[in-house]
């Protein structure tokens, strides 16, 4: 199964230049932004995007961001995966 999920950039890695961290479901996760960076990549701080693999693959607004999350959480009851992903990284 191929999931991407949403996450908000909270901050720029400080020595990685194509990394940022994220907040996905209050985890804080660790992203490679080369694919949606373009410009000044202070700009990504707030913005909301979605993660596959530790990727970041397009920005998303918020209101489609939450709609995913909600989405994905219903699912967390019956597919285990989902549900592993969701909980899975550095607490916030």
């Not at 939450?66 to 909980?87: C, I, K, N, Y």
Request: net charge negative; hydrophobic share 50%.
């Amino acid at each position: 199964m191929c999931i991407g999920i949403p996450g908000k950039i909270i901050a720029l890695h400080p020595q990685q230049a194509d990394c940022a961290w994220a907040d996905v479901c209050g985890m804080r996760r660790e992203v490679n932004i080369a694919l949606i960076a373009e410009g000044d990549r202070q700009q990504l701080i707030g913005c909301w995007v979605l993660i596959h693999v530790g990727f970041a693959l397009s920005k998303l607004d918020e209101q489609e961001a939450q709609e995913t999350l909600a989405a994905l959480h219903a699912m967390e009851e019956v597919e285990a995966d989902v549900a592993m992903f969701l909980g899975a990284g550095e607490k916030r």
